[in-house]
């Protein structure tokens, strides 16, 4: 496992099972945007 840079600000990264991708160890999770009662703003969350 690749360890981020702590002082160069940089995302840590794991792999993902056993596929060989490093991805990182921050997500954005998605239930609330279906809370959201507009899909602009749903959207504007996102990006």
């Not at 099972?17 to 602009?40: D, F, N, P, Q, W």
Request: proline residues 4%; aromatic residues 2%; charged residues 30%.
């Amino acid at each position: 496992m690749r360890r981020a840079d702590e002082s160069a600000g940089e995302i840590p990264r794991r792999p993902l099972g056993r596929t060989g991708v490093e991805v990182s160890a921050i997500g954005l999770g998605g239930y609330h945007l279906g809370l959201v009662k507009k899909k602009r703003e749903a959207i504007r969350i996102v990006q």
